[in-house]
Nanobody
Framework: QVQLVESGGGLVQPGGSLRLSCASS????????MNWYRQTPGKQRDLVAS???????NYADSAKGRFTISRDNAKNTVYLQMNSLKPEDTAVYYC?????????????WGQGTQVTVSS
């Protein structure tokens, strides 16, 4: 099981930027895909962005053009750069690591980091 620690959340004004970090306890090169999810109270956890160990990325429509997911294999860290933030981006953001091995897979979650977009 991989341990994940998110950081970088906080309070930002609309139009501002934040960069979230997700530090992994083991090499992220060995992790098949790393995801950023977000969740608001009473709602399901939604996928925001993904990056595979091959570097392929995928974004939710709400994140396209504003958010960028990246990875630093040397630091075992995945980032989510969020620009042009809107109040509706307010949520707890979670890092998720999924590793596929044959027919099985394992999934790990971080503790989450709060992002609040408000004036």
């Amino acid at each position: 099981q991989v341990q994940l620690v998110e950081s970088g959340g906080g309070l930002v004004q609309p139009g501002g930027s934040l960069r979230l970090s997700c530090a992994s306890s083991r090499s992220i090169f060995s992790i098949t895909v790393m995801n950023w999810y977000r969740q608001t109270p009473g709602k399901q956890r939604d996928l925001v962005a993904s990056i595979t160990n091959a570097g392929s990325t995928n974004y939710a429509d709400s994140a396209k053009g504003r958010f960028t997911i990246s990875r630093d294999n040397a630091k075992n860290t995945v980032y989510l750069q969020m620009n042009s933030l809107k109040p509706e981006d307010t949520a707890v953001y979670y890092c998720n690591a999924v590793t596929y091995s044959g027919p099985s897979h394992s999934s790990s979650w971080g503790q989450g980091t709060q992002v609040t977009v408000s004036s």
